[in-house]
């Protein structure tokens, strides 16, 4: 009995006397993530197996990040020689989880697909960043992410910030494990993606952004873009292309008036003609070079804030025709008549429609159709959409986007209403689908989230980085972390060595912890 009990006190005491694990630096946070002893050392002398040919690009991915992190080459081969970093695909549930073990001599991800392997090696990678030089302290890891559609939207109508800043804004994507790029590509300031059929689209309304309305014309050829998809691909992230009709359309009439819809005071031909059956030829062709360029098989058609601009539809003799043909009550029966044409030809080109949740009202094919609800003061349009079966990606206002200011006393940067509300990281951090009341049933729905950057208050590289990090790092936990396992206070401490990468590569932050006073 005594002997016991002495036993029993021991071993509380040793318990109790383990040393506590660290956090894990990595981020988003793995659901299962156990130190282990010792450190996995990573030099010229390692081997990079890829078990399958298919996972020959992560295997490149890894040599090259791996390189630019701690300066050791290794190499991709079969033979073992010193230590080993196996890369294994093998099916399994959820097709973006991943394994992650790793001892002093050998690293072995197992990836439920090829893109979970890509998630294993991101994991591997944060580790090194954190870690000095060639030893990495090793880690078991088991993970799989909360969401599919982890998004982040760049606006490079307002502010054209090319090819470069895109790509460095891929790479940080695939180190938060962000697989979805929606690209803002035309609106009122200016037209940025190269259209073979009209090229005065980006020679004319190339020209001008936000802040200069005579700026250069600014934009992406059709080689370009593809160079970016490339780029993206590799990381396992999808570009999806928005082109916002029948609203926000201005640069583009600058060009071909001829199908433009007329405007209001205060935004000028802001719309096209949803009467006039050549608009409807000049779009198509327009989506039709698009779809050439991305593989996504998605297109965002936009379809938001139309009555901004659309005072003089009713009093267009082409949409009066159109109004007494289809008996369209109203210019918002016209708006939603042309949301659905445009809709049934992406359905006719094999791509799904994408749009800003003003179109959760149209008659649309519920299983081609993803919904972006952002306002967050209209619940209904989020509650609409998910009855009538529309897949949804949630990016209300509040909390994610990015254009509102990170804190009270920045003054650049939007923030909503009377009380002034802004998008501090800790609101990104907290997110959770549980505050929205989805009933069970149509959770399945929700692809994911998305954060959204506008760039009417951003015209500088820096800027950009100093409202996009380290939100970004938030949402990116916010995206793949069950919300049971999420921890803000912990969050912030497993921040740090974020930030010190993020400030060696040069990019800029926001520093919570010591905010600069006014931005
Ligand atoms: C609303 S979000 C817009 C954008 C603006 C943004 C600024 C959406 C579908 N439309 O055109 O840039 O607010 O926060």
Avoid at 145 to 159: A, H, I, K, Q, V
Avoid at 464 to 486: H, I, N, V
């Amino acid at each position: 009995m005594i002997k016991n009990a002495i036993l029993s006190l021991l071993f509380i005491a040793c318990v109790h006397y383990l040393p506590a694990q660290p956090p894990c630096p990595v981020i988003p946070l793995p659901a299962i993530a156990t130190k282990q002893s010792g450190v996995f050392t990573c030099n010229a002398g390692t081997t990079i197996i890829a078990t399958r040919d298919s996972l020959q690009p992560v295997a490149r991915y890894l040599q090259k990040q791996l390189q630019k992190i701690n300066g050791a080459t290794l190499q991709i081969g079969q033979t073992k020689k010193g230590s080993t970093i196996q890369l294994v695909s093998k099916p399994g549930n959820n097709a973006e989880g991943y394994t992650l073990n790793m001892k002093p001599g050998t690293v072995t991800i197992t990836g439920h697909s090829t893109a979970g392997v890509f998630y294993g090696v991101i994991s591997l990678l944060q580790l090194a960043a954190h870690s000095n030089a060639t030893t990495i302290p090793c880690w078991n890891i088991s993970d799989a992410p909360l969401f599919t559609w982890r998004g982040y939207m760049l606006d490079e109508s307002r502010y054209f910030f090319g090819k470069e800043k895109v790509k460095q804004i891929l790479d940080q994507m695939a180190f938060y494990k962000l697989n979805k790029f929606h690209w803002h590509l035309t609106d009122q300031p200016g037209w940025r993606i190269e259209i073979k059929k009209y090229p005065k689209l980006t020679e004319i309304g190339g020209i001008g952004n936000h802040f200069d309305s005579t700026a250069p014309a600014a934009y992406y050829t059709q080689e370009e873009i593809k160079e970016i998809v490339a780029y993206a691909a590799e990381r396992f992230i999808t570009v999806v292309p928005e082109i916002d009709m029948p609203g926000h359309a201005t640069a583009a009439n600058r060009a071909y008036p001829e199908f433009s819809g007329g405007g209001s005071a205060r935004y000028p031909e802001f719309t096209f003609n949803p009467g006039y059956e050549g608009t409807y030829q000049y779009l198509t062709d327009i989506l039709k070079e698009t779809d050439a360029l991305f593989p996504s098989q998605m297109i965002h058609l936009g379809g938001d804030e139309v009555s901004f601009g659309n005072e003089k539809w009713l009093s267009n003799p082409h949409i009066q025709n159109l109004m007494a043909q289809q008996g369209l009550k109203d210019a918002r029966a016209v708006e939603l008549y042309f949301i659905k044409r445009m809709a049934d030809t992406l359905t006719a080109m094999n791509n799904k429609t994408l749009a800003w949740d003003e179109v959760a009202q149209a008659d649309l094919q519920p299983k081609q159709t993803i919904v972006f609800w952002w306002r967050h003061d209209q619940p209904k349009q989020l509650t609409t959409s998910l009855q009538k079966g529309y897949y949804v990606v949630l990016c209300p206002r509040l909390p994610f986007y990015f254009d509102f200011v990170q804190d009270s006393a920045h003054v650049s940067g939007r923030k909503w209403g009377k009380e002034k509300l802004f998008n501090p990281l800790q609101g990104v951090y907290n997110f959770s689908l549980a505050r929205y009341n989805i009933p069970e049933t149509q959770a399945p729905q929700v692809l994911g989230i998305q954060a959204n950057m506008w760039t009417e208050t951003i015209k500088t590289n820096k800027r950009l980085d100093f409202m996009m990090y380290p939100r970004l790092c938030a949402f990116a936990e916010a995206a793949w972390t069950k919300p049971a396992q999420k921890n803000y206070a912990l969050f912030t401490r497993r921040l740090q060595g974020h930030l010190r990468w993020l400030k060696k590569q040069g990019i800029h932050y926001y520093e919570p912890a010591a905010p600069e006073p006014i931005h």
